[in-house]
């Protein structure tokens, strides 16, 4: 089956921590407890069908940063589609989740805006200026993606 799947993909990097809260510490070493990945929501999602044998295609939104072009190789080489993977955010977005021995957790997130939900962005399309041009508005945005999506 050909699946199409919209959603956050982004680079991860979790950390293991002690406890919560955090004691303050100048510099800490938790041996083999730093890992860094790419992750999100959709990411997730795609393996999993494609490990049931469906044929994957991911829109999603990266930068045109070091973290965009990894998360681009991945998918390449796992043989999720990227044909409807856009690269016009000013960074890709990026995650820091600190875990404890307990399954708690603590996530802070970064980059997930684009650049069209600022207000300067907004601005200059009003006055007719600037902006990425691939923007999906209103009801033409379904088609439109379908249309983009090629197997």
Do not use: H
């Amino acid at each position: 089956m050909k699946v199409m799947i919209s959603g956050l993909v982004n680079i991860e990097t979790t950390l293991r921590v002690r406890k919560f809260p955090i004691d303050y510490y100048p510099i800490d070493y938790p041996f083999f407890g730093i890992a860094s990945d790419v992750s999100g929501v959709a990411y997730n999602v795609a393996k999993a069908l494609l490990a049931l044998g469906d044929e994957i295609g991911l829109a999603s939104f990266v930068g045109e940063d070091e973290e965009g072009k990894r998360i681009l190789a991945r998918l390449e080489a796992e043989g999720i589609g990227t044909g409807l993977l856009r690269r016009n955010l000013r960074q890709t977005p990026v995650t820091v989740a600190l875990y404890d021995d307990q399954g708690r957790r603590q996530i802070y997130c970064a980059g997930l805006r684009r650049p069209e939900d600022s207000a300067q962005w907004r601005s200059e399309r009003l006055r007719g200026g600037g902006g990425p041009g691939g923007v999906l508005q209103g009801d033409e945005s379904l088609g439109r993606l379908f249309r983009l999506f090629r197997f």
